[in-house]
Every structure is written in C-alpha cells, then in structure tokens.
Nanobody, 115 residues
C-alpha cells in the first residue's frame, strides 16, 4: 500500500516563504514523475509544478520565478519551495506521484497567504 503525505502548509504573510514536503512510503520503486497541484475555493484543481525522474522541471506561468520543485529519489520525497507568496497562492496543495499509469495522491496541505 502506497501512502503519500504532504506537510509544511500554514499561514504566511504576503511576500513570505513556505516549503512543502511530500513523502511517499510503502513502495520499492521510484516514481516517474512527481508534481504539485493546488485547488483554491470555488476553483478547479490546477498543476503548479512537476519534475521527472531525471530532474526536468516545469512550472505554471503563475509561479515561475517564485516556486522551485525538487526531489530526493532516495527518500521518495518531493519538495516545493515557495517564495514571494501572494494572496492568490492561497489553496490546498496536493502532491501527485506517478508510476507507469498509476497516480498516487496525498490528502493535501492548506496554504494561506494573508496579512
């Protein structure tokens, strides 16, 4: 049984930083791709950033230059460093890990950006 757990969310002021972590357990393989999504109230879930097994990264235009995704394959962990946070970054952030054609989702972690 694979478990994916996000952590690191919280309340931060505009311009501040947070680092999200997503750790997967219960597996003996490394994921092909790992990604962060977010869902704000009343909006659809959207992809924020992704990283493949060799470290190639991609970002949504709204977070380019502010967010950085990275992964530690030995720990089956993916991180999202979020800098210069804006109120519009407020959302529940989810981690998705993919192996072959199977997606594994975490339960999400809340990020609130407010003064």
């Amino acid at each position: 049984q694979v478990h994916v757990v996000e952590s690191g969310g919280g309340l931060v002021q505009p311009g501040g930083s947070l680092r999200l972590s997503c750790a997967a357990s219960g597996l003996i393989f490394s994921f092909d791709t790992m990604a962060w999504y977010r869902q704000a109230p009343g909006k659809e879930r959207e992809v924020v950033a992704g990283i493949n097994s060799v470290g190639y990264t991609s970002y949504a235009n709204s977070v380019k230059g502010r967010f950085t995704i990275s992964r530690d394959n030995a720990k089956n962990t993916v991180y999202l460093q979020m800098n210069s946070l804006k109120p519009e970054d407020t959302a529940v952030y989810y981690c998705k890990c993919r192996k072959d054609s199977t997606d594994y989702w975490g339960q999400g972690t809340q990020v609130n950006v407010s003064s």
